[in-house]
């Protein structure tokens, strides 16, 4: 599967963005789709995953509240909304999946077999 990442860009804090993932060659049908974030000089971080087929969410614990995992069927993408945001959130996001992860790894860069290209984030305070 190819990931499309689109939708980032230039807030204000406070503000939200919604970031979208889609899957350009084949389907996220048996998947768990996740999103992950780096910012200059710091390793990749998880931000939230879903199951494509159970919709099940897991998300970072700083991020939970503010931020919501979805997916569309019918566009085959998933989303990553984000509201409130904050300067600290400034990153480039990358959307990643895999038909083999385990729920243990599932916030593990490693475990991911498929990435998609950065979109950036910046959030001006």
């Known amino acids: 599967v190819q990931l499309q990442a689109s939708g980032g860009g230039l807030v204000q804090a406070g503000g939200s963005l919604r970031l979208s993932c889609a899957a350009s060659e084949g389907t996220f049908s048996g998947y768990v789709i996740s999103w992950f974030r780096q910012a200059p000089g710091k390793e990749r971080e998880f931000v939230a995953s879903i199951r494509w087929n159970s919709r099940n969410t897991l998300y970072q614990d700083s991020m939970r509240g503010r931020f919501t995992i979805s997916r569309d069927r019918v566009q085959n993408t998933i989303y990553l909304q984000m509201d409130s945001l904050k300067p600290e959130d400034t990153a480039a996001y990358y959307c990643?999946?895999?038909?083999?992860?385990?729920?243990?790894?599932?916030?593990?860069?490693?475990?991911?077999?498929?990435w998609g290209q950065g979109t950036q984030v910046t959030v001006s305070s």
């Open positions: 990643a999946a895999s038909s083999r992860v385990i729920s243990s790894t599932r916030s593990v860069p490693s475990a991911y077999a498929y």
